[in-house]
C-alpha cells in the first residue's frame, strides 16, 4: 500500500498526465537500451523511489518533492 501512495504522490507532483508519459517514455527508453521487460520496469525512477521506500511508513511525510529526480538513471 505504501507502495501505490508513494506513487500517488508522484502522479500529483507531475500533475497526473505527464506522470504518465514520462513512465512511459522511461520504460520504452530501456527497453531500447536492450532491457528485458522487467527489468525495463524496475529502473523507472519512478518505481525505484517507491521500491526503496516500501516498508519505511514515514517516508512520505519525510520526502521532498521530486525525489524521484534522484534514482534516474542509476540503472541495476
Given at each position: 500500500m505504501n507502495h501505490e501512495n508513494?506513487?500517488?504522490q508522484q502522479?500529483?507532483?507531475?500533475?497526473?498526465?505527464p506522470?504518465?508519459?514520462?513512465y512511459l517514455t522511461e520504460y520504452f527508453l530501456y527497453r531500447l537500451q536492450g532491457m528485458s521487460k522487467i527489468k525495463a520496469y524496475?529502473?523507472?525512477?519512478?518505481?525505484?523511489?517507491a521500491?526503496?521506500?516500501?516498508?519505511n511508513l514515514h517516508y512520505l511525510?519525510?520526502?521532498?518533492?521530486?525525489?524521484?529526480f534522484k534514482y534516474l538513471k542509476k540503472s541495476k
Amino acid at each position: 500500500m505504501n507502495h501505490e501512495n508513494i506513487h500517488i504522490q508522484q502522479e500529483i507532483e507531475l500533475l497526473i498526465l505527464p506522470f504518465y508519459i514520462w513512465y512511459l517514455t522511461e520504460y520504452f527508453l530501456y527497453r531500447l537500451q536492450g532491457m528485458s521487460k522487467i527489468k525495463a520496469y524496475h529502473n523507472i525512477s519512478f518505481e525505484k523511489e517507491a521500491y526503496q521506500n516500501d516498508f519505511n511508513l514515514h517516508y512520505l511525510s519525510e520526502r521532498k518533492c521530486f525525489s524521484f529526480f534522484k534514482y534516474l538513471k542509476k540503472s541495476k
